[in-house]
């Protein structure tokens, strides 16, 4: 073959280091896009933050319209002017009616002396607490020796998983321990604070907090219950208890009751609270009959070209810096584009769940990407890049964007009612019942079935399983 040259036309699709870097940041959570911003303001000399003091996030650039190209570019959503100016922060007022939420506002004092228990609590570990406790207890060196082996040997929750035998297996043999010594030494550990600890099984840690009350009929009944029937218990056979142990429902159900009221993990409370703050990144609001949303002046990024170094490169040319200028201008246009286009998914979602935020997740109407971006003329990736790790502050609590979508469900009239409004249907059938006779997952599809909504039994079960709904055997009370 000879070689040759030839010219051929065509066309190819090119994202520009501007768009590539619009999808990137339109993906990221709220987190995430300050750790990459921070990036930036350390590379970058001519990018700063802007004073945090009354600043109110800047309306978005009218008329900024970039066409799409496949997903990818689709990402870089047309960026619309807001519709009004975006107001600070104002929580007073808001109620909390336990929706399942990622959180709920409106805490009273109560909650907050809790809290503090909580992060008490959490700052001195189980093992340290128990360690103090030793110390005040008066033991020969060797049997304090022993105790703290067995603190040290305890799981998170303040059980002893493993046996006497296999810690003294551990130890040096020239100690020459003999078990009737870490028996000992264990029998002195679940002395300490809190009570249950040091247990080998939950049926022990059980008894032994139940041992530390008063004697009484309840207390009586609930250690037999506890130490011969607890897999009775667990299955909910109360005939077979009372059976078993010759008592009436009263004195079951009193002994039942004291057992729920016991905590089976007494070393939780001094493990290490993993706490995970959510910065809302839109608020909705009812302003004057209407619901609307508006991006959290917490949640934007206050950033700005530095005017000392802008002023001196419009002087000059050919400096170094210029490229770094139009980087800063890009991101600072990018991150803007990024909450306008939050901003415009999250009205459509208000506009399009307007009965959700009246009436609660009973009225939420079924919901797909898809529907949200033919309204807006996105693309579908561009809104499922959106509504990931964003949140939205509502009154009735925090969710994600994401919350908001759902499969539907057909009902008798060819209506839809979408999969979030039949669980929280599900859950208040389930409030509601009767705890001597809770409902079947087939009574409750027959029951949703009266209502117009066509369910089968193994879909009610799937749902009843994503609310952390026991089944009906499980449910069953005295």
Known sequence: MRPALQLKLSQHLALTPQLQQSIRLLQLSTLELNQELEKFLLENPLLEREDEDHFVPPPGPAGSNEREAGEDSAAAADAAPPEEERPHTDDEGWPGDGSPGIASSGNGSGDEDNDYQDIQAA?????????????????????RMLVRVLIEALDEDGYLSQTLDEIADILPPELEIEPEELQIALMHLQHFDPTGIGARNAQECLALQLAAL????????ALIVVRQHLELLAARDFARIKKLAGCDDDALRAAHALIKS??????????PL????IIPDVIVKKVRSQWRASINSDAYPRLRINRLYAEVLAGQRGSGLAGQLQEARWLIKNVQQRFDTILRVSQ?????????????????RPLVLREIADILGLHESTVSRVTT?????????IFELKYFFGSHVATDTGGACSATAIRALIKQLVGAE???????????AEILGQQGIVVARRTIAKYREALNIPPVNLRKSL
Not at 274 to 277: P, V
Not at 389 to 397: E, H, I, N
């Open 123 to 143: 700052t001195t570990s189980l093992s340290d607490h128990l360690i103090w406790q030793l110390g005040l207890t008066p033991l020969p060196d060797r049997d």
């Open 214 to 221: 008063p004697a009484d009929a309840a207390r009586d009944l």
């Open 262 to 271: 016991l905590n089976p993990r007494p070393g939780a409370q001094y493990a």
């Open 274 to 277: 993993d706490a995970r703050y």
């Open 348 to 364: 459509t979602i208000v506009d399009r769940q307007r009965q959700f935020f009246e009436h609660g997740e009973v009225a939420m």
């Open 389 to 397: 790790q964003k949140y939205m502050a509502t009154p009735r609590g």
């Open 434 to 444: 009767d705890p001597k006779k809770p409902l079947s997952d087939s009574q409750i």
